[in-house]
């Protein structure tokens, strides 16, 4: 008897369900092309995950006012996963199944390399902010595209830029900061083969939570072996932390941080503790106001009343992966599916993002974009970039 | 013709087999045959996502159900459900891409395994109980994250482990549709057990150990054995469900396993009922969906007040701890109990009196 209960409940949920789909269909008669966004805005890298989502918004609200890609409207179809793969793969299946997308821009690490499987086998193109070595092997995720240089690329860039401005004597010693996390471990393995054949000494690894306010201890351990410069591979949070602390204990390691660990967001939260720190950044900042490409941005924001100056190198970053993508689209002609549009986007041939990154290419048998960077150092409050774009 | 709307007024018992019956009565019998025959026309009638919704709440029924057994019905509270799960998902994921056994033979011993890692967890049980045995369990979760996180020759780290769907023959699992049916014949196995093991000797020693242990001790029942089979028995389905649930995403990795889902899952039986069968897969079912309908719901208020978007993701996170405070001061038995209520009022409606 209790069964009836269960079905009664079923059914008073799925009406609610249905109720709340009921919006998103709304064609009304012109083309549209449906996009997946899985991102992340209350989780554990929404410091981040935030701007970036904006970003990516912004780019389909912008290519829409110019009359969209081959006549059709972009629609992006968001959802917030928190940053827990179990919701993206829920969120996933609604927007494969239910809304029947054709591309998704996705988030995480984590989530992206547990969806790699399904992406493979529903044909869903898949750009995320995550920039992972393991998304890489075309024979494991030929639907993966990267927007920027892997993490592994940007750790390497960075040991050979230390190699080749290192002035002591004997070879630079190096330690490595990052999270227990498949975001944050995903460099460590290459970075130190990497180290080993170029001549840096790694000489210690220490973990900080992603949402750690106390990073006193592991670098305490970390200072016992005294090394010149230490990679980080955090958000904005984990990485204010560990600036704050290292100042307060007064440790002399030059501190660089890959992609996710640089941006405007850190100074605001790091404050003078971020003097000095070097950035690994794959794509443009806001103030560098006399790229080609900012002049689309601004022209955006200035149609909802907003300024450059209200937004960061992570809302960049997002606009740019969305802008990728739906060159694919542009590319994938008027038969829009998934597969059209990976075609699509294997034909992009050095794409000029108007200096808002490097300029990307992606071949049948290399899904990797890029793999250059430019370092920025903070000065007086501010990111300074002091390199050209560079890779090892 | 009897009339449909009339309730009957008493039963009257014949034979010890009607006795012994989980469904006494005729009518109820028939009408659980219908809801049973509803569940297995859903598929066909239901889109795909809203299946892949259902089989998620199911596998994860069949883990609450697991865990009630445990908390509900045993008085043993556990924290670790989450770590459990992960046993059950790794030792299946390993046991088919490392060692090449079939999913069909993974699936059993990823339980019993699940069942061995819950009773060594156990053992402390005989002389904690309550907040102190909440601590235990609690270390259980880390030290099994701990594990998978750091043994990555065996568990692949923090990257995970792919797996593939269960094949029968030439026959893959691959579709939601094939998958929702593999859940729901474990979720009836599991149901049908556990209703019949709160039926059996030991059930009922379980439950006299949950009421008064010191009592039931009187009474003549070793309570270290029954607690470890309780240990046992409920982590086996929680080893089954995470089985299942690894098989289904395909990937595995200590993400999936957290301290979160460990309180999601206290919270599913929370609020679908302690100590019931039902409650539980009423809590898998609710806490499952609950989420989405406010995401829905949310992006809903979201297209007519497009300012306010982000605004609405913080709600989503407030109503959700909302409604979770709200059941249980109001209603600690949870949904089982709301619908015993609602039964009771029609019973003897409209002469309540």
Same mark, same amino acid.
């Given at each position: 008897?209790?069964?009836?209960?269960?079905?009664?409940?079923?059914?008073?949920?799925?009406?609610?369900?249905?109720?709340?789909?009921?919006?998103?269909?709304?064609?009304?008669?012109?083309?549209?092309?449906?996009?997946?966004?899985?991102?992340?805005?209350?989780?554990?890298?929404?410091?981040?995950?935030?701007?970036?989502?904006?970003?990516?918004?912004? !780019?389909?609200? !912008?290519?829409?006012?110019?009359?969209?890609?081959?006549?059709?409207?972009?629609?992006?179809?968001?959802?917030?996963?928190?940053?827990?793969?179990?919701?993206?793969?829920?969120?996933?299946?609604?927007?494969?199944?239910?809304?029947?997308?054709?591309?998704?821009?996705?988030?995480?690490?984590?989530?992206?390399?547990?969806?790699?499987?399904?992406?493979?086998?529903?044909?869903?193109?898949?750009?995320?902010?995550? !920039?992972?070595?393991?998304?890489?092997?075309?024979?494991?995720?030929?639907?993966?595209?990267?927007?920027?240089?892997? !993490?592994?690329?940007?750790?390497?860039?960075?040991?050979?830029?230390?190699?080749?401005?290192?002035?002591?004597?004997?070879?630079?010693?190096?330690?490595?900061?990052?999270?227990?996390?498949?975001?944050?471990?995903?460099?460590?393995?290459?970075?130190?083969? =990497?180290?080993?054949?170029?001549?840096?000494?790694?000489?210690?690894?220490?973990?900080?939570? $992603?949402?750690?306010?106390?990073?006193?201890?592991?670098?305490?351990?970390?200072?016992?072996?005294?090394?010149?410069?230490?990679?980080?591979?955090?958000?904005?949070?984990?990485?204010?932390?560990?600036?704050?602390?290292?100042?307060?204990?007064?440790?002399?390691?030059?501190?660089?941080? $890959?992609?996710?660990?640089?941006?405007?967001?850190?100074?605001?939260?790091?404050?003078?503790?971020?003097?000095?720190?070097?950035?690994?950044?794959?794509?443009?900042?806001?103030?560098?106001?006399?790229?080609?490409?900012?002049?689309?941005?601004?022209?955006?924001?200035?149609?909802?009343?907003?300024?450059?100056?209200?937004?960061?190198?992570?809302?960049?970053?997002?606009?740019?992966?969305?802008?990728?993508?739906?060159?694919?689209?542009?590319?994938?002609?008027?038969?829009?599916?998934?597969?059209?549009?990976?075609?699509? $986007?294997?034909?992009?041939?050095?794409?000029?993002?108007?200096?808002?990154?490097?300029?990307?290419?992606?071949?049948?048998?290399?899904?990797?974009?890029?793999?250059?960077?430019?370092?920025?150092?903070?000065?007086?409050?501010? =990111?300074?970039?002091?390199?050209?774009?560079?890779?090892? | 013709?009897?009339?449909?709307?009339?309730?009957?007024?008493?039963?009257? /018992?014949?034979?010890?087999?009607?006795?012994?019956?989980?469904?006494?009565?005729?009518?109820?019998?028939?009408?659980?045959?219908?809801?049973? @025959?509803?569940?297995?026309?859903?598929?066909?009638?239901?889109?795909?996502?809203?299946?892949?919704?259902?089989?998620?709440?199911?596998?994860?029924?069949?883990?609450?159900? &697991?865990?009630?057994?445990?908390?509900?019905?045993?008085?043993?509270?556990?924290?670790?459900?989450?770590?459990?799960?992960?046993?059950?998902?790794?030792?299946?994921?390993?046991?088919?891409?490392?060692?090449?056994?079939?999913?069909?033979?993974?699936?059993?011993?990823?339980?019993?395994?699940?069942?061995?890692?819950?009773?060594?967890?156990?053992?402390?049980?005989?002389?904690?109980?309550?907040?102190? %045995?909440?601590?235990?369990?609690?270390?259980?979760?880390?030290?099994?994250?701990?594990?998978?996180?750091?043994?990555?020759?065996? @568990?692949?780290?923090?990257?995970?482990?792919?797996?593939?769907?269960? @094949?029968? &023959?030439?026959?893959?699992? #691959?579709?939601?549709?094939?998958?929702?049916?593999?859940?729901?014949?474990?979720?009836?196995?599991?149901?049908?057990?556990?209703?019949?093991?709160?039926?059996? /000797?030991?059930?009922?020693? %379980?439950?006299?150990?949950?009421?008064? #242990?010191?009592?039931?001790?009187?009474?003549?029942? #070793?309570?270290?054995?029954?607690?470890?089979?309780?240990?046992?028995?409920?982590?086996?389905?929680? &080893?089954?469900? &995470?089985?299942?649930?690894?098989?289904?995403? %395909?990937?595995?990795?200590?993400?999936?396993?957290?301290?979160?889902?460990?309180?999601?899952?206290?919270?599913?039986? %929370?609020?679908?009922?302690?100590?019931?069968?039902?409650?539980?897969?009423?809590?898998?079912?609710?806490?499952?969906?609950?989420?989405?309908?406010?995401?829905?719901?949310?992006?809903?208020?979201?297209?007519?007040?497009?300012?306010?978007?982000?605004?609405?993701?913080?709600?989503?996170?407030?109503?959700?701890?909302?409604?979770?405070?709200?059941?249980?001061?109001?209603?600690?038995?949870?949904?089982?109990?709301?619908?015993?209520?609602?039964? #009771?009022?029609?019973?003897?409606?409209?002469?309540?009196?």
């Amino acid at each position: 008897m209790a069964k009836w209960s269960l079905l009664g409940l079923l059914t008073l949920l799925f009406v609610g369900l249905l109720a709340g789909c009921g919006s998103s269909s709304t064609s009304g008669g012109e083309k549209v092309v449906k996009i997946g966004g899985i991102f992340d805005i209350t989780g554990a890298t929404a410091d981040v995950g935030k701007p970036y989502a904006e970003g990516a918004k912004a !780019y389909v609200e !912008y290519i829409n006012s110019k009359g969209g890609i081959n006549g059709a409207k972009i629609q992006l179809i968001d959802i917030d996963y928190a940053y827990k793969p179990p919701q993206a793969v829920e969120a996933y299946k609604k927007l494969v199944q239910q809304d029947k997308v054709v591309a998704i821009l996705g988030w995480g690490t984590g989530d992206t390399e547990a969806l790699k499987e399904s992406i493979a086998k529903d044909k869903i193109p898949y750009i995320s902010g995550s !920039y992972s070595e393991n998304l890489t092997d075309i024979a494991k995720a030929p639907y993966n595209f990267l927007g920027a240089a892997t !993490y592994s690329d940007q750790a390497r860039s960075a040991l050979k830029w230390i190699k080749d401005n290192w002035k002591g004597s004997g070879n630079p010693k190096v330690a490595l900061i990052y999270n227990d996390t498949p975001f944050g471990k995903s460099p460590v393995e290459d970075a130190k083969a =990497f180290a080993k054949d170029i001549g840096v000494d790694i000489v210690d690894e220490e973990v900080v939570d $992603l949402k750690a306010l106390d990073a006193t201890s592991q670098l305490l351990n970390m200072d016992k072996a005294k090394p010149d410069y230490a990679i980080i591979q955090e958000t904005w949070g984990a990485t204010a932390t560990i600036l704050k602390d290292a100042k307060k204990l007064g440790i002399k390691t030059k501190f660089i941080g $890959l992609n996710w660990a640089a941006g405007e967001g850190l100074i605001t939260l790091a404050g003078d503790a971020a003097e000095g720190f070097i950035g690994v950044i794959p794509h443009a900042f806001v103030h560098e106001t006399d790229l080609p490409g900012m002049k689309a941005i601004e022209e955006y924001l200035s149609s909802k009343g907003q300024k450059l100056a209200d937004k960061n190198q992570k809302f960049v970053q997002g606009w740019v992966s969305a802008q990728i993508m739906l060159e694919g689209v542009r590319n994938a002609g008027d038969k829009v599916t998934g597969e059209t549009v990976r075609q699509g $986007l294997e034909k992009l041939n050095n794409l000029d993002l108007g200096g808002l990154a490097a300029p990307v290419t992606y071949t049948p048998d290399n899904h990797r974009g890029t793999n250059k960077i430019r370092l920025a150092e903070v000065k007086n409050g501010r =990111f300074e970039i002091f390199t050209d774009y560079i890779g090892y | 013709m009897k009339n449909p709307f009339v309730m009957g007024c008493g039963e009257f /018992r014949i034979s010890y087999r009607q006795d012994m019956a989980i469904y006494k009565i005729p009518r109820v019998r028939s009408r659980v045959i219908i809801i049973l @025959t509803l569940f297995l026309i859903y598929p066909i009638l239901a889109s795909p996502y809203y299946i892949s919704l259902a089989t998620i709440a199911g596998i994860a029924a069949i883990g609450a159900i &697991g865990l009630n057994i445990l908390t509900g019905f045993t008085g043993q509270i556990s924290i670790g459900v989450g770590a459990f799960l992960g046993v059950g998902g790794y030792t299946s994921a390993i046991l088919t891409t490392k060692l090449g056994f079939p999913f069909w033979v993974a699936l059993p011993i990823s339980g019993i395994i699940t069942a061995g890692v819950g009773a060594l967890f156990g053992i402390p049980s005989l002389r904690l109980k309550g907040l102190y %045995l909440a601590m235990a369990t609690l270390a259980a979760q880390v030290i099994i994250i701990f594990i998978i996180n750091r043994w990555d020759s065996l @568990t692949g780290g923090t990257a995970g482990l792919v797996v593939q769907r269960p @094949t029968i &023959g030439n026959f893959s699992f #691959d579709s939601e549709i094939s998958y929702y049916y593999l859940m729901f014949v474990f979720l009836f196995i599991t149901t049908l057990f556990t209703m019949n093991l709160f039926r059996s /000797r030991v059930g009922r020693a %379980l439950v006299a150990v949950r009421d008064r #242990d010191l009592a039931a001790e009187v009474m003549g029942i #070793d309570l270290f054995k029954y607690k470890i089979i309780a240990f046992a028995v409920s982590s086996f389905f929680v &080893g089954i469900s &995470g089985s299942l649930m690894g098989h289904y995403t %395909l990937v595995i990795s200590p993400e999936y396993y957290g301290i979160g889902i460990s309180i999601e899952y206290l919270a599913m039986i %929370l609020i679908g009922g302690l100590g019931s069968v039902m409650g539980s897969i009423y809590g898998a079912v609710f806490i499952t969906l609950l989420p989405v309908i406010l995401r829905e719901l949310m992006n809903l208020l979201g297209a007519f007040f497009p300012d306010l978007t982000a605004v609405f993701a913080g709600f989503r996170e407030i109503i959700f701890g909302a409604i979770i405070i709200l059941f249980l001061v109001y209603e600690p038995e949870g949904i089982a109990k709301m619908w015993r209520n609602l039964k #009771d009022y029609f019973k003897i409606w409209p002469f309540s009196y």
